[in-house]
């Protein structure tokens, strides 16, 4: 108990929601590897190269 209320003393109780950028981020990423994976033929085992 005494370390969870250290680290809530120093980091905060996580009531603060605090910007990470993730939001605006995630779904471009997944939009992009969606279209990746399209452009595979959206198939998850590829044959192997030569």
């Known amino acids: 108990m005494k370390i969870s ?3 809530r003393g120093e980091h905060g109780d996580g009531s603060t929601a605090v910007e990470s950028g993730y939001d605006s981020e995630a779904p471009a990423g997944r939009a ?4 990746e994976f399209a452009a595979q033929g959206n198939r998850v085992h590829l044959p192997l190269a030569d």
């Open 5 to 7: 209320q250290k680290i």
């Open 32 to 35: 992009e590897e969606s279209a």
